[in-house]
């Protein structure tokens, strides 16, 4: 099928040709090819066995946000606003530019662009843009801390595990930007800090809320941290929930990254039940020994933390690649 703004195209619109896909068998792998241009619109996917291919420049935007009322004049909250929903599993998405424009600041709060409920999902050289919550991998934790409800999305399907490779994509954002429960691997990607609404307020780059038991949360290996200019107080990762779990491997961190490094999210006994740590990381400046003392540092890794035995049991990560 093929997706773009010409006349000879199957669709014009993302979701029509998703729509269409979804009425067929899931049992067959199907491909979706999009031209270049922009693409307003979110989309919702619940099918499995599935490649999205982006030709050329492809950007996906839309710009709901958390504060924004719904028709009862309630706000609709942050898994109600993503750009991109994936809810299946076997996937592969390529060369795709997704972003949440709808900006920051208190009348905003958070603003998703790509909520990833699935397992055995690539996304390969693909941009995520937002702010505060701009990549949410799921499954969401078992019940919020503030509503009654997480509201959002409908889930349809549940799984088993939630495993997810993004492999030379670029992620950008504010404040928990990356966040959620998958065991996740980010391998030569680079993960961008944009300047806070409030330029004194900290950033944060990470908000695992890994279920208790899982081996494995988030994994960066040789990924570049960088930052725009002026951004600074930058932490590594804070847990959404108690037992997050966040590696960064053989990474290349910028100036604007905390000496601390990374933050109990104002509860000392997280420190006792969250797993943080950094194996052959690359810091500018001497500031390694300024690292808070509950997170593990060593110059090599102690555990193999290759994608094999991240996601042991499955190759799914080798398809269409190495």
Excluded at 6 to 25: G, K, M, S, W
Excluded at 108 to 114: E, L, S, T
Excluded at 155 to 178: A, M, P, W
Excluded at 291 to 308: A, N, T, Y
Aim: hydrophobic share 35%; net charge negative; proline share 4%.
């Amino acid at each position: 099928m093929l997706v773009g703004k010409e006349a000879y195209c199957d669709f014009h619109t993302i979701q029509e040709a998703v729509d269409a896909l979804e009425r067929l068998p899931s049992g067959v792998t199907e491909t979706l090819f999009i031209l270049s241009g922009v693409y307003k619109e979110a989309v919702r996917i619940y099918r499995s066995n599935l490649r999205i291919l982006g030709i050329g420049l492809v950007e996906i935007t839309m710009n709901r946000y958390a504060k924004e009322k719904d028709e009862k004049g309630e706000e609709i909250g942050t898994f109600a606003t993503p750009t991109l929903f994936l809810g299946g599993s076997r996937l592969v998405l390529e060369n795709l530019v997704i972003a949440n424009t709808a900006g920051q600041g208190d009348q905003v709060g958070q603003a998703v662009a790509v909520y990833a409920h699935c397992d055995e999902t690539i996304f390969r050289s693909c941009s995520f843009k937002g702010h505060q919550d701009t990549l949410f991998t799921g499954p969401l934790p078992p019940a919020p801390k503030e509503r009654k409800t997480f509201g959002g999305v409908p889930i349809k399907e549940s799984h088993v595990q939630y495993r997810q490779l993004y492999q030379n994509c670029c992620i950008e954002g504010t404040v928990d930007f990356i966040f959620g429960g998958a065991t996740a691997y980010f391998d030569q990607c680079e993960i961008r800090s944009l300047r806070h609404k409030n330029n004194h307020s900290a950033g944060y780059i990470t908000a695992a809320s890994t279920p208790r038991g899982e081996e494995f949360g988030y994994v960066f290996r040789d990924c570049c941290l960088t930052a725009e200019q002026g951004v600074t107080n930058v932490y590594l990762g804070r847990p959404w929930r108690e037992h997050a779990k966040t590696d960064f491997v053989n990474c290349r961190l910028g100036r604007h990254i905390h000496p601390l490094g990374w933050d109990n999210w104002n509860h000392p006994g997280n420190e006792q039940t969250v797993r943080y740590r950094e194996y052959g990381v690359h810091v500018t400046g001497a500031v390694q020994e300024k690292r808070v003392s509950w997170v593990v540092c060593s110059d090599s890794e102690d555990v193999p933390l290759d994608k094999g035995h991240v996601f042991s049991g499955t190759d799914f990560w080798k398809w269409g690649g190495q």
